[in-house]
């Protein structure tokens, strides 16, 4: 499997493209503005067509290309339903947004829960439930690959912020610690923005929350 770490979007929003050129599919993990002139050629490179997108979180910035991107590939689009609101009419999210910013809206066509499976890519990742940043916002774990990708909750020596709508810091605490930090210290943690760390350093380092 071959992992693609793609910044894109007016705020260099993280999407990840997940190939398996074995068997011809692909995954992509969020999709911010523009992803699809990124990840066109790489599908093509790896000989893969792009048959899900799954969704961290509903904010503008993880969901500004989606709507391009299942148009070019039809791609099955996954993501939790307490970000329903956001993803399916994102005009909700004007006020704490660029207006000049054109979002359009995407249907969700399979809602994700907390210790779900998903079997995809010959490999099987799980689904974990982390509020606090955003209502929705889960990541996706992948015990072989010892990586979780985990939206906004977590970043290399921060986590997301707490002060949007929907946010709750208390919430986001909680989730962490139980839903982040109880991986394996080894975790590779992929975060919507910057660059990535791991489970153990952030668990016994990050000021805002430690293990």
């Known amino acids: 499997m071959n992992l ?6 007016p705020i260099q929003t993280n999407a990840y493209l997940l190939t398996a050129p074995e068997l011809g599919e692909a995954v ?3 999709a911010p ?3 699809w002139t990124q990840i066109q050629p790489l ?3 790896d000989k893969c067509e792009l048959v899900e997108l799954w969704l961290t979180h509903g904010h503008w910035d993880h969901t500004q290309g989606a709507a391009e991107v299942v148009s070019e590939t039809g791609a099955k689009v996954r993501a939790h339903s307490d970000d329903q609101v956001l993803i399916e009419t ?3 999210m004007k006020a704490f947004m660029d207006r000049r910013i054109v979002l359009e809206p995407v249907k969700v066509d399979a809602w994700v829960e907390q210790g ?4 995809v890519l010959g490999g099987t990742f799980e689904v ?3 509020p606090g940043h955003c209502p929705g916002n889960v990541l996706f774990y992948n015990a072989v690959m010892q990586s979780a ?3 906004d909750a977590l970043f290399r020596g921060s986590i997301g912020r707490t002060d949007l709508p929907g946010g709750d810091f208390d919430q986001l605490e909680q989730a962490i610690r139980e839903q982040i930090y109880s991986l394996p210290d080894e975790t590779k943690v992929y975060p919507g923005h910057g660059p990535a760390t791991t489970v153990g350093v952030e668990r016994s380092t990050n000021p805002y929350v430690r293990g």
């Open 149 to 151: 990708f985990v939206g």
């Open 4 to 9: 693609y770490v793609l910044p894109a979007g």
């Open 33 to 35: 503005g523009g992803i």
């Open 28 to 30: 992509l993990i969020d």
């Open 128 to 130: 974990r439930h982390v």
């Open 90 to 92: 994102p005009e909700v």
């Open 43 to 45: 599908l093509a490179k």
């Open 116 to 119: 779900e499976e998903l079997d």
